[in-house]
């Protein structure tokens, strides 16, 4: 069995109160007799997409016993996100953040969907043909995980769906020449949700600062459309069964 444990927009800032959901999440997981396979967190990481904030994510999040994979998302920096957190200087700052994870039995893809200076998301060129490259190389048989922050399918949340991630098409293209592609992980909703895509369930992990409202749960202000400290800091794991069946669990966790 295989667990990978899921978190998303942690949204780190210099306020108290998300730095405290993230560090209750954190030791949460620290705290488990289980040796989680991976942690991962899809995407906005950083509130603002400032080095402060990343290096508070280096010491409390990337400190974590088990193996920790990051994305960017929509609220991140790519250059401060490499230099702080990946310790790396690259001739081209600005190019996509791409992560492979290569576990027993596993393979992790984290795919940077974000967009410099834009919220909805984009794969480019260059991260699906990383992205092809790290499929071809993985052995027939072994399941793999893709995950990126933005959604690549509509959720029935207006104002999510239109800043999800667009040219969808050229990522099912993908999925249908590497059957090995287990399912899709993201975050960018801050809800938990379970929909499919090219065939593929998408798990999308719910938000460790705050909760998205469903328009069914909405006012009607247009202000009134997230949960903030009403609802918990929660997370997904992610269960791989030995006889290939994929289970997902949501989990809250409390803020003391």
């Not at 990337?62 to 790396?88: A, I, K, M, Q």
């Not at 040219?167 to 993908?174: C, N, P, T």
């Not at 992610?238 to 669990?249: A, C, M, P």
Request: hydrophobic share 40%.
């Amino acid at each position: 069995m295989i667990v990978i444990a899921h978190l998303s927009d942690v949204h780190v800032d210099a306020s108290a109160r998300s730095r405290a959901r993230t560090k209750a999440t954190m030791e949460f997981l620290d705290s488990l007799a289980y040796d989680f396979e991976a942690v991962i967190v899809t995407g906005d990481v950083a509130d603002h997409g400032l080095e402060s904030e990343y290096e508070w994510i280096r010491e409390h999040v990337l400190s974590s016993r088990h193996p920790v994979l990051t994305c960017p998302g929509n609220h991140d920096r790519r250059d401060v996100f490499r230099r702080v957190l990946l310790g790396e200087e690259p001739a081209a700052p600005e190019a996509p953040v791409n992560q492979v994870l290569r576990g027993d039995g596993f393979v992790l893809a984290l795919c940077d969907s974000s967009v410099p200076g834009k919220d909805e998301g984009f794969l480019e060129e260059e991260t699906l043909a990383w992205l092809e490259k790290e499929l071809a190389r993985t052995a027939e048989g072994t399941p793999v995980f893709v995950g990126f922050h933005h959604p690549p399918a509509e959720l029935g949340i207006p104002f999510v769906d239109g800043i999800r991630q667009f040219g969808e098409d050229r990522l099912a293209a993908v999925a249908r020449r590497h059957p090995s592609i287990a399912a899709f992980l993201c975050g960018h909703a801050h809800t938990a949700a379970v929909t499919s895509f090219a065939e593929r369930p998408v798990l999308v992990a719910p938000g460790v600062v705050s909760m998205s409202k469903l328009p069914w749960e909405q006012s009607g202000d247009p202000q009134d459309y997230v949960y903030k400290d009403e609802m918990a800091p929660s997370l997904a794991f992610h269960v791989l069964h030995d006889d290939g069946r994929l289970t997902t669990h949501f989990r809250s966790v409390p803020v003391r």
